[in-house]
Every structure is written in C-alpha cells, then in structure tokens.
C-alpha cells in the first residue's frame, strides 16, 4: 500500500452560511498523481485554496506527514514542501524566464537574492549556484531554449511550464497544479501530460485540478470527483469513468468518459 503523505478529514468551508465544500474526506499517496475534478461549482479551487493556505477551513483537518497543517500560511507551507500554480499566470513579466525561476528559490536563500534580480554587479557564490539550479529545472520542463529569454516574449504554452519549474524551485514534496492545461493546444497540452509524469517518477507527488478530461484520464493515478461541494466518488481512472453518477452528474455520456 502506498504511503499517505497528505491526509484531508471532513474538509468544509462555508461562505455566508452556503458551503461550497463540505464534509470532503480523502488521501494523497506519496509520489502518485492525484486529480480533483467536478463540473463548475463543485468546489474545486476552494479545495486547492484550503489545501494550500489560501483559505482556512471552516471544519476539518489537513494532515501532512502526520502533521497537523490545518490553516497555516501560504509560506508556512512552501517551508514544509507544498507549492502550487495558479491557473492565472503568476509570473514576473518584467524578468528573465531563468530570473523567475530563481525567485523561487528564494525559501533556501541567505542572502543576495535581491542583488540578484536587480542584477547589481558581484553575484555571490550563492547566487551562481541560484542560477545554475534555475537553469536545470528549466531544462527539466522542456524549456532550455528560453534560458535568456525575456518572459514577456514567450509563448502561453511555454510560461505553463514557467510557472512549474518557479514551484519546483522551492523544492516541494508536493506539488499542486490549478489547471495546468487552460488554455493550450493539443500539442502543449501533450507536453504538460508528459511533464506531469515526469514529475511523479522523479518523486514529486502531484495534486491535479483540470477540467481537460482526456489529460486526467491518462495521468492520473487517483481521482476524487465533487459535486456541489461534496465528494461524488473517488477511484482510479477506470473506477471514476465507469461511475453513473460521474457520468449523470459531470461528464454527461459514456462516451465522453472513454478518454
């Protein structure tokens, strides 16, 4: 049985009395890929939000390593290993492709970091070794031909990955990934699924929300489905595809589940 790294109890969260997530209870195995998927409303991004410190729970406990991590920080828990993406780009438009990288390293950072990317002259041991680190996962996303290249001349495709190789910056034991795949063609999307593999067979355990079905179905190791805020089912891609309540509730037809 695989190792649970990240153990989600009768997760709720409720807006003015409505709760867009409740009573959501499942595991996350180390170094599988996991996705959360459900129509528009089911609660989705509010449950990466509470995973990732966003929002605070307003009932339920999130366990990481056996640790209770319930509504820490954002940057608390960078400094434990999690890191996501955003489905809007988040990235520094005004640098470098490899400078964006670097800043996310900045949790292992002693010093320098800001001489660094105001590109004052003297760069220290430690920030050679910033960019040298930048430089691999960049080539690690497939994305070593835009080593110099300024972010605001790359292509949508190629700042997905951006993003990815920032967060990977932090080193994290988990990654979670906030649609990954809006927004690209077939060929960008066929990268990130191949990227999204790449990551779980390096180590990196991967928590998915994507609304691109035939993405989920081939990459996934485990998928929980919500709908309107509570959990529809979970299982493997066979599993989930076969369900009739998947099929009535999110996906409409047997052949849109064929994927």
């Given at each position: 049985?695989?190792?649970?790294?990240?153990?989600?109890?009768?997760?709720?969260?409720?807006?003015?009395?409505?709760?867009?997530?409740?009573?959501?209870?499942?595991?996350?195995?180390?170094?599988?890929?996991?996705?959360?998927?459900?129509?528009?409303?089911?609660?989705?991004?509010?449950?990466?939000?509470?995973?990732?410190?966003?929002?605070?729970?307003?009932?339920?406990?999130?366990?990481?390593?056996?640790?209770?991590?319930?509504?820490?920080?954002?940057?608390?828990?960078?400094?434990?290993?999690?890191?996501?993406?955003?489905?809007?780009?988040?990235?520094?438009f005004n640098m470098?492709?490899?400078?964006?990288?670097?800043?996310?390293?900045?949790?292992?950072?002693?010093?320098?970091?800001?001489?660094?990317?105001?590109?004052?002259p003297g760069l220290?041991?430690?920030?050679?070794?910033?960019?040298?680190?930048?430089?691999?996962?960049?080539?690690?996303?497939?994305?070593?031909?835009?080593?110099?290249?300024?972010?605001?001349?790359?292509?949508?495709?190629?700042?997905?990955?951006?993003?990815?190789?920032?967060?990977?910056?932090?080193?994290?034991?988990?990654?979670?990934?906030?649609?990954?795949?809006?927004?690209?063609?077939?060929?960008?999307?066929?990268?990130?699924?191949?990227?999204?593999?790449?990551?779980?067979?390096?180590?990196?355990?991967?928590?998915?929300?994507?609304?691109?079905?035939?993405?989920?179905?081939?990459?996934?190791?485990?998928?929980?489905?919500?709908?309107?805020?509570?959990?529809l089912c979970e299982?493997?891609?066979?599993?989930?595809?076969?369900?009739?309540?998947?099929?009535?509730?999110?996906?409409?037809?047997?052949?849109?589940?064929?994927?």
């Amino acid at each position: 049985m695989s190792q649970v790294q990240l153990k989600v109890s009768a997760l709720t969260k409720t807006f003015g009395g409505f709760n867009a997530v409740e009573d959501v209870s499942f595991d996350i195995a180390k170094g599988k890929v996991h996705s959360i998927i459900g129509p528009n409303g089911a609660g989705k991004t509010t449950m990466l939000n509470m995973l990732t410190g966003v929002y605070e729970p307003s009932r339920g406990t999130v366990e990481l390593e056996g640790q209770d991590i319930t509504g820490l920080a954002p940057h608390a828990l960078a400094g434990r290993g999690m890191a996501r993406t955003f489905q809007n780009l988040q990235i520094f438009f005004n640098m470098t492709a490899i400078e964006n990288v670097m800043v996310g390293r900045h949790l292992h950072e002693c010093a320098g970091w800001f001489a660094a990317m105001l590109r004052l002259p003297g760069l220290s041991a430690g920030e050679r070794e910033s960019r040298r680190e930048a430089a691999e996962l960049m080539q690690f996303v497939g994305l070593g031909d835009y080593l110099n290249a300024e972010a605001d001349a790359m292509p949508y495709g190629a700042l997905k990955r951006l993003e990815i190789a920032r967060a990977l910056a932090g080193k994290p034991k988990i990654l979670l990934l906030d649609e990954p795949a809006a927004g690209l063609n077939a060929t960008e999307t066929r990268d990130i699924d191949a990227l999204i593999t790449k990551l779980a067979q390096s180590g990196i355990t991967v928590v998915l929300v994507e609304h691109d079905m035939h993405l989920v179905m081939g990459v996934s190791d485990h998928i929980v489905v919500l709908d309107y805020g509570r959990k529809l089912c979970e299982g493997s891609a066979q599993v989930v595809r076969n369900d009739p309540r998947v099929i009535e509730a999110y996906l409409g037809s047997e052949e849109s589940v064929s994927c």
